[in-house]
């Protein structure tokens, strides 16, 4: 009797060559290239917004404005 070998047949990978898959790669690495950026200069922005060279607005004093007699 014949012998049949026993092969495992892996569909072949290829590179995406489609537009939609091209399109799909470059969103996921601008995507991946934003949070490296927001995780790299994450301490700077927050020292930039800190609030200790803004005015507190519990302590500063606002004048109200006068009252209107059109009534």
Do not use: N
Not at 12 to 36: C, D, F, I, N, R
């Amino acid at each position: 009797m014949g012998e049949k070998s026993v092969e495992a047949h892996f569909p072949k990978l290829e590179k995406p060559t489609g537009k939609k898959q091209t399109a799909t790669v470059v969103v996921g690495v601008l995507a991946v290239g934003w949070l490296a950026i927001e995780l790299v200069f994450k301490p700077l922005f927050k020292k930039l917004s800190s609030p200790k060279d803004k005015p507190d607005p519990d302590t500063t004093t606002t004048v109200p404005p006068p009252p209107s007699d059109a009534l």
